[in-house]
Nanobody
């Protein structure tokens, strides 16, 4: 079982900055990708940013140049630095991690989601 714990988020004024983080724990063998999604009320959950084990990153057009996804050196924590925030960035932000972990002595793929953290951009 791979668990994800998110932290950060909160209320910020338009133009401000905020950071969220997500730490993966468990019997992880390797992580293939780490991503952030967001879901606003009444809307579908959309990809915001993604990074993989090779250092590749990609962003939704709406956040390019404002958001930065990164990982720590150990590779089990992913961050999303959000700058120049806009009211339309308001949503619940979820991290998603895919990789392989041990179940007993066997390697199994996993696809885990964090519990979500609220980001509200409002004056």
């Amino acid at each position: 079982q791979v668990q994800l714990v998110e932290s950060g988020g909160g209320l910020v004024q338009p133009g401000g900055s905020l950071s969220v983080s997500c730490e993966a724990s468990g019997r992880i063998y390797s992580i293939v990708s780490m991503a952030w999604f967001r879901q606003a009320p009444g809307k579908q959950r959309d990809l915001v940013a993604i990074t993989n084990s090779g250092g590749y990153t990609n962003y939704a057009e709406s956040v390019k140049g404002r958001f930065t996804i990164s990982r720590d050196n150990a590779g089990n924590t992913v961050y999303l630095q959000m700058n120049s925030l806009k009211p339309e960035d308001t949503a619940v932000y979820y991290c998603n991690v895919k990789g392989y972990h041990y179940v007993s002595s066997n390697l199994r793929a996993f696809d885990s989601w964090g519990q979500g953290t609220q980001v509200t951009v409002s004056a």
